[in-house]
Structures are given as C-alpha cells and as structure tokens.
C-alpha cells in the first residue's frame, strides 16, 4: 500500500525536488531505507504528478508577472561612503556584539518605514557563520515573525543553504532594510541609506569569509554603485576583507525558476571558497 505522506511533508518535497530539478539535478537515487520497499516506491510517483503540477502553475504566473530584477535600481542620489571596516570582535563575543547593535536600533524611528512595522527584523543565524546572506528587506511574513527570510522565498534559500550543505543555523542572514516596505516595493535610498549602517555594522562582526548579496538591491547598497545584476554575478568582489558574491533574489528565482541554474552556479563559487561539497543525493544533513 503506497505511504501517506503529510501535506507539509509533502509540499516541502516537491518543492526540494523541484529546487534540484531547476539546477539541472536530475538523477536521484533512494538510499535503503527501513520502510518494505514497495511502499517506499509507492511514494515517488505522486511527487512526480505534483511537480508537474507546480510547473504548470508556475509556468501560468510567470507569463502574467513582472519581476523584480527587472525594475529599475531606485538610487540617483550619491551613496554615502561606506563606513570604515570595525575593529574584529572576538568570536566569542559576537553574538554580544550583535545584539547591542539590535539595543542601539531599538525601537527604530530613524526612516519611514517604521510607520507600517509590526516587527523589526534584524537578523538571524550564527553570529560566528562563515557564511552570510543579505537579502532586500522584510516582507509580510517577516513582519509577523520578525524574522528574515521565513516565507516563501526564505523556503527557497533554506533549500538553497540545504543544497550547499549548510543548515540554516550554520549562516547569518540579514537584511539591507530592517523594516518592511508598504506593498513589499524596493526600498528608497533614503530609507536604505539611513538602514544600512547598522547592516555593515552586523556584517563587520559576524566576519564571515563569504557574504552573498540576494539580489540586486542588497548588491547596490553593499558595492555602493549601481549596477545591472548580469555584470555582478559569476564572480568573486572583494570586499571588507571578506569575499562578495553576488546572485539573483530567491522572490526573482521563484518568478523565473529557469534562473536557478544561474543561482546554483553562483552558489557553487561560493561553496568553492568555503572548501564546501554539495551534499550527496540522499544523505540526511
Ligand atoms: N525578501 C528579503 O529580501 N528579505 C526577507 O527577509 C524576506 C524576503
């Protein structure tokens, strides 16, 4: 008789099996698992139906959607100077150093935004993580949980972390603004560029070897210049002494899924400086 699995085992199946297919990840393989065989097997033609499906459904929204990284960048001021790289905190004492930045924040007025704000939302993760992402700014769900990253482009990135082989726990992730922009609109520079001190601030004392800017608005305000995310990707930026990489926002891969070949690439020269290899199919990180 074929395994019943939960909804939300489910969903979240499809959508890493969807995630790996996008990569171009087409050969999977089942370890031995304890469960007879015939059920075991039973489960992954459904999977199948509902990646289809998924497709099918996304291929519909892509042609009635426009997309992110296809706006335009908003600055046409001049950015301010980025401040001066802090002294290095000791690892001991980051996850301290993080959390005075969040008290000095405290209940932030310093920008618009905080007139729609449920919850300010300043970072999660490690606060000794070789790894850190910088995405644009909170949307609804992040609001609610005050947290980054927790709807559905954070389900993205968690599987992308996944597929480098991190968990979740083991990254920084931190956003450019700290509040969410009514309508999830791109940031104005002026809110951006009242935010993003405390982001260098929160990026100076996590350290982390790597940094990935989500997106073209975290790659902006980070580099301090505009420019089109083509010219950005693919390679290795220095920057405060860490390594920059930039790649596409997960809200623009769930748009366009047939970027997230470009993204893995991405993801990959990242992994190639963290000396990491991508988890073997079947293997329970
Ligand atoms: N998009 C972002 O840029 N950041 C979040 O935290 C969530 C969605």
Redesign the pocket.
Known sequence: MARQLDSATRDALVERVRFYRDLGLTEFYRRPVDLNAEAAVAVEEPVAALVAEAEQDESQRLQTETFLEDQPIPPRKPFPAAPEVAAAVPAADRAAALQMIRDEMGDCTRCALHTGRNKL?FGDGDANARLMFV?????A??DAQGL????R??QLLNNMIAAMGLKREEVY?A?VVKCRPPGNRTPEPEEANTCSPFLFRQIDVVRPQVLVA??AT?ATYLLGHRQPLAGLRGRVHPFRGMQLIVTY???YLLRDPRQKKEAWADLQIAMRELGLQAPKAGSSR
């Not at 995405?135 to 949307?139: D, F, L, S, V």
């Not at 980054?148 to 709807?151: A, E």
């Open positions: 939302v995405g644009e700014g909170p949307g769900d992040e980054p990253f927790v709807g482009a954070g992730i956003n989500l997106g975290a926002h997960p809200a």
